[in-house]
Structure formats: C-alpha cells, structure tokens
C-alpha cells in the first residue's frame, strides 16, 4: 500500500512535536533525532515529517520559503466525524496553533483551518460519507430533491463561495 510523507520545515522541532502530539498525532522513534521527527497521522498510511529548517534545506537547492508570510501548500486532514474537527482544532490552538478563518460548512463538508506555530498550515475536515461516495454536486442534488423547494447550491458554487468569489 502506498505511503504519504508530508515533509514541513520547522524552527523549533520541540515545540512542534508538542504541537503535533496535541493534536493526537504520536510521534514514531524510530525515524526521529534532533534532526527530524515522524508524526504518525495515520499507521502505515500517512505521516509528517517535521524537519529543522537547516535539515529540511538538504532536501534542495532552493530557498525555502516562509508560510508565516508566503504559504505554498495547505495539508488536508479528513477525520470521522465535525466533533473531531472541532476537537482537534481546539486542541491545536491550546498548543500554540492558530485559526486565521472561520469554519467552511458547506453541509456535506465541514472544513477548520489551523496553522502550527511555524505558519504551516492543516486543514481539518469530514465529509459525509454519501458525498464522498456519490461526488459532491449528486449529493446536493439528492438532498435537494429530498427536499422540495430547497435551493441548496451546488459544488461548483460551494466552491466559488468558499474561494470568495
């Protein structure tokens, strides 16, 4: 099966071990030194590598760059239920984490966004499992159809909404 590595950069690799292991994350020794620690998000599917900058610069020749002022990626994190968005969340901002927008709910989807203390950020999300089978525009056309004179928008405006437009 195959594996992801989300690799992030990092100042201080104690404060976002701490950090990550509020969130309920655990750290695995075994790929962890001064240099690095792996943050299991889920065994044998999906893990962060938090890096020290220095040791994360040996990865590329490039400048890396700072997401306090210029973010490039926003990780994704689906869990099972809004309850555990809500919780994780929470337990993220009391380690140090901060919520720079409120919650996207878009009724089949609920989204929070948190960033770590290093200005990474994560996306903590649940969607109904009816959405994720069906896709998101059947499913609010399902659910308007369950509902007579509903006027639920669909996925492409839900997105439009979401991205401001």
Sequence with gaps: MP??????????????KSFYTALGFTINPL???ENAACVVVEEDHSAFMI???DFFQTFTDL?????TTAPSVATAVMLD????????????LGAGGTEARPASDY???????LTDPDGN???????DPSAAEQGPEAYAQQQ????????????????????GA
């Design 107 to 113: 009724g089949f989807m609920y989204q929070r966004q």
């Design 81 to 92: 239920s809004r309850d555990d968005v809500d919780t994780t969340v929470t337990a993220g």
């Design 31 to 33: 790929f962890t030194d």
């Design 144 to 163: 308007g159809a369950d509902q007579p004179g509903s006027d639920q928008p669909g996925a492409d405006q839900q997105e439009s909404d979401r991205q």
């Design 3 to 16: 594996m992801i590595f989300v690799n992030l950069p990092v100042t201080d690799l104690d404060r976002a």
């Design 51 to 53: 890096l020290t900058r």
């Design 121 to 127: 950020i994560l996306e903590f999300g649940w969607m």
């Design 63 to 67: 400048p890396i760059g700072d997401p």
